[in-house]
Antibody, heavy 120, light 110 residues
């Protein structure tokens, strides 16, 4: 059974840093691109970042230069290092698996999410 | 890049068909066959219903179908059921190598 489980969410002050983690199981992790998608309270979905099987990365403009996505294929794990956090980064962060393909544009397995609150 | 445009709400009666729209631009929906649709019930994670405009993942009923014309994608749900009541989000790959979502449509089954 495919599973992705996020952790690391917390309350942090503006300007602070936080590292999210995601542990995957039930599939060959290094065969898939992985991404983070977030959802602010009561709002819609927002794609944050994708990392491909080979390590290539893409970021949303809203987080570029502040967030860093990484993966450890040996540990089947995904991370998101979030720096210079802002109030608008407050959201539930989902770890998601990309549907296989040259272009990663959809996500077939989602975790339950981990909550990040940025507040003074 | 602005979000894709979805109507805030749509409603239908059990057994009817409803179509949800998702409008983008020549830089996203109009240029790529990479549109997806997600269903999200309250308090749960989104579920992939359609990918690559019209493909259904295993386990998604064939009552759900997707299409695209120009810069607008559509999700049609036929034989509407009470369990289909949820929020629906579309997404598309973009020319900037990013992904954008729509604002979501709340589907109410009357």
């Amino acid at each position: 059974e495919v599973q992705v489980v996020e952790s690391g969410g917390n309350v942090v002050r503006p300007g602070g840093s936080l590292r999210l983690s995601c542990t995957a199981s039930g599939f060959t992790f290094d065969d898939y691109a992985m991404s983070w998608v977030r959802q602010a309270p009561g709002k819609g979905l927002e794609w944050v970042s994708t990392i491909y099987w080979g390590g290539g990365t893409n970021y949303a403009d809203s987080v570029k230069g502040r967030f860093i996505i990484s993966r450890d294929n040996d540990k089947s794990s995904l991370s998101l290092q979030m720096n210079s956090l802002r109030a608008e980064d407050t959201a539930l962060y989902y770890c998601v698996r990309g549907v296989r393909g040259i272009i990663i544009a959809s996500f077939d397995f989602w975790g339950l999410g981990t909550m990040v609150s940025v507040s003074s | 890049q602005s979000a894709l445009t979805q109507p805030p709400s749509v409603s239908g009666s059990p057994g009817q068909s409803v179509t949800l729209s998702c409008t983008g631009t020549n830089s996203d929906i109009g240029s790529y066959h990479r549109v997806a649709w997600y269903q999200q019930s309250p308090g749960t994670a989104p579920k992939l219903m359609i990918y690559d405009v019209s493909d259904r993942p295993s386990g998604v009923p064939d009552r759900f179908s997707g299409s695209k014309s120009g810069n607008t994608a559509s999700l049609t749900i036929s034989g509407l059921q009470a369990e289909d009541e949820a929020d629906y989000y579309c997404s598309s790959y973009t020319s900037n190598r990013t992904l954008i979502f729509g604002g979501g449509t709340k589907l109410t089954v009357l």
